[in-house]
């Protein structure tokens, strides 16, 4: 007989506590940020009708660099070169500390008792063999 599962009663939350309940609140935001700021850059670029090429050499960087850069996923950008890349667009970075949840530092344990627990599988008995010489 199979157990029903009954569904989490999200009404009355917002997507934000949804996200801090799955521990991807901080994750998601950033990546917004980022995908925010790689779309300006690339509408920017597309106004100015500046190539790849002419951005990275203005940028003094490589091309594998730029794509990096103006990639939405990825986050590892640092403030400094997104302030370059708005400067060598004629624009200016502009970064706020605004009101917003408090977050609570969440240990190990907490964030265990939140996720499902992994799927171990048996491991296959190894045949252990001796070399006599």
Not at 21 to 47: P, S
Not at 77 to 100: D, H, N, P, W, Y
């Amino acid at each position: 007989m199979k157990k029903k599962v009954k569904p989490m009663d999200h009404s009355g939350s917002s997507f934000d506590d949804f996200l801090r309940d799955e521990g991807v609140l901080e994750e998601a935001e950033t990546i917004a940020i980022k995908r925010v700021i790689a779309w300006q850059l690339r509408q920017e670029m597309q106004r100015k009708r500046i190539t790849k090429k002419a951005m990275a050499d203005r940028l003094r960087t490589s091309r594998s660099q730029l794509d990096r850069l103006l990639d939405p996923q990825y986050a590892g950008v640092t403030l400094s070169t997104l302030s370059r890349a708005a400067m060598v667009l004629g624009k200016r970075l502009k970064v706020q500390v605004i009101e917003g949840p408090v977050f609570e530092r969440i240990t190990a344990r907490q964030s265990l008792r939140k996720r499902p627990s992994p799927v171990v599988l048996p491991r296959k008995p190894h045949k252990l063999t001796s070399v006599r010489g």
